[in-house]
């Protein structure tokens, strides 16, 4: 109710700003904008605005609904003028339409009802070790961490002591946190998830002429320093481009794909159970055509 009100205070007010103002025999009392023999009521708006506008809000998208109307329904009158011998092509068209937006929403009707997304975390890991092949990286993506302080820090032997206890204790590794934070020190933690070498590469003083695959085969804590900055980094795990990529990376894809999969079955399924519940009952035929008698030479 309150919305039709702000409505109406709408319909008030444009009637007194408009220029366009309609003659009252051509238009219902209801009647907010006509084009041709087509009318909008404030019902009609009312009905399309959402629920949670109100006040000016509600006024501003019902003088847009206008104005959208007005445009939508003059751009329909010049589509008739314009492709009136195309008439039963559009016709043709907008059948299509209908058909495929129906047939669209019985399909996903039985998608629902069957529960074409729930797959289990085994699910998937099967779907992985069968199909590891479709599964290689194009790129190399690694898991470490990078510490960037200042090279008058004192404690900087210290500090790759730290580090190093860190990588194996998960009471060190907070003390290691602990110890960035209290001093500033720019501390980038991506064990936790993938990320490309790249993307790693960047947080150091590297460029990007240089190849920088060698340092994934060293182990431990490596160093490299530039402007008065130095930076400790080591690498938990690496994945290089061309093995197979590690199974959390590619997750969501496989998930998709299952997903994919399944509702095709099962549309599949609803549409064999269809075609043959018909052709059973009558209700549908394929009619062959008749061969044609040969012709004596």
């Known amino acids: 109710m309150r919305r039709l009100i ?18 009252d025999y051509l238009v219902g009392d209801d009647t907010v904008a006509r084009v041709g023999r087509d009318e909008l009521t404030i019902h009609e708006i009312a009905e399309a605005v959402p629920a949670n506008l109100t006040g000016n809000d509600s006024l501003s998208f019902a003088k847009q609904y206008v104005d959208r109307w ?13 492709f009136s011998g195309s008439e039963k092509d559009i016709e043709r068209m907008v059948e299509e339409y209908r058909t495929s937006l129906l047939n669209s929403r019985v399909d996903q009707y039985y998608v629902d009802q069957q529960g074409a997304g729930d797959f289990t975390d085994e699910d998937i890991a099967e779907y992985y070790n069968t199909h590891k092949s479709d599964f290689t990286l194009d790129r190399t993506l690694v898991k470490g961490r990078i510490v960037a302080f200042s090279d008058s820090y004192r404690q900087a032997k210290r500090l790759k002591e ?18 960035c934070e209290k001093n500033g020190f720019q501390y980038i933690d991506n064990r936790s998830g993938w990320i490309n070498f790249a993307d790693f590469l960047s ?15 060293k182990m431990g804590i490596q160093e490299m320093e ?16 061309g093995d197979v990529a590690p199974l959390e990376v590619v997750a969501d894809n496989i998930r998709r794909i299952l997903v994919t999969q399944r509702r095709s079955a099962i549309i599949r399924s609803h549409e064999e159970s269809i075609v043959d519940q018909a052709e059973q009952q009558g209700h549908a035929r394929i009619y062959k055509p008749v061969a044609q008698p040969q012709q004596e030479e």
Not at 203 to 217: A, F, G, M, V
Not at 226 to 241: K, P
């Open 6 to 23: 702000h409505i109406l205070a709408f319909v008030a007010l444009l009637a007194t700003t408009s220029c366009r103002e309609l003659p």
């Open 70 to 82: 007005i445009i939508r329904q003059l751009k329909v009158e010049e589509a008739d003028r314009l």
């Open 162 to 179: 730290q580090m190093q206890k860190a990588a194996t204790s998960a009471t060190d590794d907070k003390t290691f946190a602990d110890t």
């Open 203 to 217: 947080n150091l003083p590297t460029t990007r002429t240089q190849d920088y695959e060698p340092l994934l085969d």
């Open 226 to 241: 530039a402007n008065g900055t130095r930076y400790y980094f080591d690498f938990s795990s690496v994945c290089r481009r």
